[in-house]
């Protein structure tokens, strides 16, 4: 028998947030499309939003620098 964890959640990560809503923001342009390719098309964007997000910050640093 699996022993129940006590104490807090944690909090949701980052990723966890950015899913949650993609998949909710696809479920309304894209209804015809299954839980799992909603979950695969969001962590497409997850990867296209996140080089994004490191060229962005490389942008910064070279900035301050």
């Known amino acids: 028998q699996k022993k129940?964890?006590?104490?807090?959640?944690?909090p949701p990560t980052e990723y966890n947030i950015f899913i949650k809503n993609k998949i909710d923001e696809l479920k309304i342009t894209n209804p015809e499309l299954k839980n799992t390719q909603l979950m695969s098309k969001a962590a497409e964007l997850w990867s296209?939003?996140?080089?994004?997000?490191?060229?962005?910050?490389?942008?910064?640093?070279?900035?301050?620098?």
């Not at 129940?4 to 944690?10: A, C, F, S, V």
């Not at 296209?48 to 620098?65: D, G, H, S, V």
């Open 4 to 10: 129940k964890k006590t104490g807090p959640k944690r």
């Open 48 to 65: 296209l939003n996140k080089k994004e997000r490191q060229e962005e910050q490389e942008q910064e640093t070279n900035l301050e620098t």
